[in-house]
């Protein structure tokens, strides 16, 4: 089976599995997109939305989270890992959107990556989910996966996307990189039983997953 073939099995399954794909962060525009995919390094997307109600209460634009004191948002954030830190990105990112873009979140690679905490992964999400622009975060579940199913050779997510972008047609990103992502959660876990994991057996029958 080619490289090709593969791909084109996995984008079959994954539209039947997951024929919608909502957004795993809630938010209600841009600006709390983007404060909860920074919020979410290295934190599961329930704990992010267990916090964000309270913060997006008392800071649910630019404005009102630049106004904030640094401890303030800390304390509206601590339940999540690296809270000092994103506290601080928060902040900063804030006033850089008033300084710079009016307090609008602006929709290029280039200007959200200049933001405080904010790397090429979450302006990727921004981009594909806020503003409905092709692009193709792979976060660890993307990465182990197309490894898994032998559609990269990637060291580094930087690779994976690079080599995710190619194989799979533009017009199936935005969805695409969900629907792998809401399967590894489901069928195939980084640690734990993979016996579900029907999309590793039809591509490798003799391999045990």
């Not at 984008?11 to 997109?33: G, I, N, Q, R, S």
Request: charged letters at 25%; proline letters at 6%.
């Amino acid at each position: 089976m080619t490289k090709k073939q593969r791909a084109q099995i996995v984008m079959t399954e994954l539209e039947k599995l997951y024929p919608e794909v909502p957004v795993p962060l809630d938010h209600t525009d841009a600006f709390t997109l983007l404060v909860a995919v920074a919020l979410s390094a290295q934190t599961t997307d329930k704990k992010v939305n267990e916090i964000t109600p309270k913060l997006f209460e008392v800071a649910g634009d630019p404005f009102k989270m630049a106004a904030l004191e640094e401890d303030e948002i800390k304390f509206l954030i601590k339940e999540i890992g690296l809270s000092n830190t994103k506290a601080k990105n928060l902040k900063k990112m804030a006033e850089m959107l008033i300084e710079k873009h009016q307090g609008i979140v602006p929709q290029t690679f280039e200007e959200l990556e200049a933001l405080p905490g904010v790397g090429h992964k979450t302006a990727s999400v921004v981009m594909s989910q806020a503003f409905g622009v092709p692009a193709f975060p792979v976060d660890t579940h993307i990465h182990r996966l197309m490894k898994q199913w032998k559609l990269t050779e990637g060291k580094n997510v930087v690779e994976t996307e690079r080599d995710a972008k190619k194989i799979f047609p533009e017009v199936a990103w935005n969805r695409l990189h969900l629907q792998i992502i809401f399967y590894g959660r489901e069928y195939s876990p980084a640690r734990g039983n993979r016996e579900k994991d029907f999309i590793t057996k039809m591509l490798f029958p003799n391999q045990s997953v």
